[in-house]
């Protein structure tokens, strides 16, 4: 039966005061983040998917130390500068540092770098109580949360602030190939709005067996993409503590001037695992003897790997890099 084009009127009038009286008892926000909650409730009537990745145990937050680093293929390197508490300050290269917890997901809490005009450019975030926590990771787990940034104007020291909320949740897991190699991975989708926009969505591929991910990829509202794959990872010689740098000083000169090519020197500093071993002596035409040699750092398991070389002087085993002028000695 059609309905009273009066009724029809009548129906929309009261709508808007429905609207109008919702308004009156709640602010802006709180009806966008009513909307918010009622999206995402919608998603309990989708459709369950099926994994067909690797069956996983839960993953719990990854640990890092002083000197972790990790290279990707499109040239990014990032190392950890120092840890504070559950803080870690990562440096992005040059003057970008930043500070994260061990959930990389989140958004970053502090961060500072100096722009292309040569200004100081700083910022902070934090996650709002009663957010989700997207760890320990499973398959099908979604959470929401609710972030408040802040922006320091360099040129005024105004403080602009604003809020945003994301949505992650772990799809899949997977089993992928990348230049560091092939890993069993969790895979985390994050996706980020602003009021009611999309802005951006970032996915990750983290590999439980050496607590980072393996392959990211990013797109932005602009129609803007990216993608990166993991190189290589482990302690970075010159990035760990300089205590650990004299105990790799020591191991290298003992295992030059002691050990035959082939068998290790091992020490240890904390959770730091060193080993340094001969693999080819050589003598030049000078009579200087020469010997190549492969170091690897371990600390929670992440191992890097270096092959240097280096010749005996009056001061003991020194790169082949710094020793002035071989031919002359």
Known sequence: M??????????????????????ACQTLDQI???????????????????????????ASLPAFGKGDAFVF?????????ETKGDRIVWNGGGDYL????????????????????????????????GSGNIWPLEFDKQVRMSTRSANVDPDTGDVNEYDQWLICKVPATANIEVPAGTFDTFVIECSRYYQQSWMQTTKWWYAPEIGFYVKRDRSWNSGDDHSEELVTYGPAPAKIAEP?????????????????????????YGALEMAV???????????IWCRTYRQELTARNRTSSQIKSACRTDNGWVLEDDVPDLATQ
């Open 2 to 23: 059609n309905t009273p084009k009066h009724m029809r009127h009548l129906r929309a009038f009261c709508c808007v005061l429905g609207l109008s009286s919702l308004a």
């Open 32 to 58: 966008g983040n009513s909307l918010n909650e009622l999206n995402d409730g919608l998603g309990q009537y989708a459709d369950r998917p099926e994994n067909t990745g690797p069956d996983l145990r839960p």
């Open 73 to 81: 293929d499109g040239g990014r390197a990032i190392y950890v500068e």
């Open 98 to 129: 930043f500070e994260t917890s061990g959930d990389f997901t989140g958004p970053i809490l502090e961060w500072s770098y100096t722009d292309k005009e040569d200004r100081e450019r700083t910022g902070s975030a934090y996650v709002k109580e």
């Open 244 to 268: 650990a740098q004299d105990v790799l000083a020591d191991t290298v000169q003992q295992s030059l001037e002691n050990n035959n090519s082939g068998v290790a020197q091992t020490a240890s």
């Open 277 to 287: 071993t001969p693999l080819k002596t050589v003598q030049t035409d000078k009579g």
